[in-house]
């Protein structure tokens, strides 16, 4: 398995932007498809958007136009660049490895998580 660790969470006022990054803890071969995730306090995880490795993505309708995801494969990176945030955009946010990119590795899907980084935005 593969430990991911995720930073750049801070509180914001609302308005205000913060990019989020998460890359392995140790040296990893492969590349992966990845996504973000965020979960609110007596909320249920929900899926924030997914980047694969021709650079097609995916966003939930409620941070389409303000999220970006990107992925540096060169530094093994994601990014969450967040703008326009809200309050509603409070919650802990965590990185996920979807799938093994080929052809250097075995393209099989896992289910890697970081531990998360906390946004707090205030009205």
């Known amino acids: 398995a593969v430990q991911l660790e995720e930073s750049g969470g801070g509180s914001v006022q609302a308005g205000e932007s913060l990019r989020l990054s998460c890359a392995p803890a140790r040296y990893s071969f492969c590349n992966y498809d990845m996504s973000w995730y965020r979960q609110s306090p007596g909320k249920e995880r929900e899926f924030v958007a997914s980047?694969?490795?021709?650079?097609?993505?995916i966003y939930a309708d409620s941070v389409k136009g303000r999220f970006a995801i990107s992925q540096d494969n060169k530094k093994n990176t994601l990014y969450l660049h967040m703008t326009n945030l809200r309050p509603d955009d409070t919650a802990m946010y965590y990185c996920k490895a979807d799938r093994e990119r080929t052809p250097h590795c075995s393209g099989s899907k896992v289910d890697y998580w970081g531990h998360g980084t906390q946004v707090t935005v205030s009205s």
């Open positions: 980047i694969d490795g021709d650079a097609n993505t």
